[in-house]
């Protein structure tokens, strides 16, 4: 997969791509980022990259030609990769496992990292996904696009090792994650359940299913409106609904 990073400040991503799960894609070729600073397509002697609304109003927003110029520099880089260009937005779709999921299946993406007030609205005209990480608004792009790589880059085969953990990383299967131990045994008064020492795989797995579920069901109830019950889940869902 190719990554690149449309942004002011491309050395907030020197950390991130110096550790963990991203340091190993890259070192295995499974992954290559890119840097574009648009700040070198800016105008005049100071390179300004915003301008002030057409209009009035309070704040700056980008120009659009240094965003088109950082797009054009990628596709003479890159002229053959099918691209899908994220532009971080608040008021873009939200981000999600299957969203992570989508992007990690993509040949090269790029992300758009805004600053200031907004963007001149014809940048929109270039991307293929508006996106958002949350309900809230950050000073800029940055760290936006490094957990949305991150949840990506980790969905890569061959980069996490164990294709099992992702599979059954909470979201990923409609449900949050079932609880884990390790040794020891008991702690502090609190003991492992005795069904993961058993030895029995089938209860132990029956175990985790309902553990995840029951974790859904009190932590995250929305997540099971999406999600199409089995017999058994809508049994168990009973049972805690009398227990309530």
Known sequence: MKIDIITLFPEMFDSPLSHSMMKRAI???????????FRRFGSGKHQHVDDTPYGGGAGMLLKPEPI??????INQRSPMTNKRIILMDPAGKPFDQSMAEEFSQEEHLVFICGHYEGYDERIRSLVTDEVSLGDYVLTGGELASMVMMDAAVRLIPGVLGNEVSAETDSHSSGLLEHPHYTRPAEYKGMAVPEVLMNGNHKLIEEWRHMESLKRTFERRPDMLEKRKLTDQEKAWIKQWQEKD
Do not use: P, T
């Open 27 to 37: 070192e295995k070729d499974l992954l290559e980022v890119n840097m574009v600073n």
């Open 68 to 73: 088109f110029q950082s797009i054009e520099e």
